[in-house]
């Protein structure tokens, strides 16, 4: 079963920032928060993790409640490129853990124009 | 850098048939990952390479499946005899060891047995 829960689809319209949640109200104080996305055709992309604090880099912003149980990925500007199916992941804090990664269905996210 | 490499991009065979795919990890991933995404059932790991070695491979579906990596650079799925179930998307990843490094995927390659 998948440990996070998420939003089936979700529009947005271009340029707007879009903000996708997603719940893990059963993440352990020692799992990550990661979030890829895959555009039609394509595997899957990594964009972001955090443990706890919030994360920001050049694709996007990742907000961490206190309690860690639900978190936001943050699409500042989003573009037509952004059309895809985004996941939220929890991964075991240690080494090798990417084998264990439980890939649920996801949010599909359409930006319209 | 390349990225991860998939061959072919599509395949398409009759049922019977033997179907080889192929993957060139990142240079420097000691990790390499097998998965299979379909409508019905998603992305589901079908086996995991850690330093050329096969580590888990739980996820195989049954012995028509078998996956080798000979070396660092290059790792191969087969399937043998091939049957309709088999089409879906397979996708290699690769990934460092370290605790948070993250996979990356290659674009697949799209399998139709008829």
């Known amino acids: 079963d998948a440990k996070t829960t998420q939003p089936t689809s979700m529009d947005c319209a271009e340029g707007r920032a879009a903000n996708l949640p997603c719940n893990h109200s059963t993440i352990s104080g020692n799992e990550y928060v990661y979030w890829y996305r895959q555009i039609h055709s394509q595997g899957p992309q990594y964009i972001i993790h955090g443990l706890k604090n919030n994360e920001t880099n050049e694709m996007a912003s990742l907000i961490i409640t206190e309690d860690r149980k639900s978190s936001t990925l943050i699409l500042p500007h989003a573009t037509l490129r952004d059309t895809a199916v985004y996941y939220c992941?929890?991964?075991?804090?240690?080494?090798?853990?990417?084998?264990?990664?439980?890939w649920g269905a996801g949010t599909k996210l359409i930006i319209k124009p | 850098d390349a990225g991860v490499i998939q061959s072919p991009r599509h395949e398409v065979t009759e049922m019977g048939q033997e179907v080889t795919l192929r993957c060139k990890p990142i240079?420097?991933?000691?990790?390499l990952f097998w998965y299979r995404q379909t409508m019905m059932r998603g992305l589901e790991l079908l086996i995991y390479?850690?330093?050329?070695?096969?580590?888990?491979d739980s996820g195989m579906p049954e012995d028509r499946f078998s996956a080798k990596m000979p070396n660092a650079s290059f790792s191969t799925l087969k399937i043998q005899p091939s049957e309709p179930r088999d089409s879906a998307v397979y996708f290699c990843a690769s990934s460092q060891s370290f605790s948070d490094s993250p996979l990356h995927f290659g674009n697949g390659t799209r399998l139709t047995v008829t």
């Open positions: 390479f850690n330093n050329n070695v096969p580590i888990d």
């Open positions: 992941i929890v991964r075991p804090l240690y080494m090798d853990s990417n084998y264990q990664l439980i």
């Open positions: 240079s420097g991933h000691n990790s």
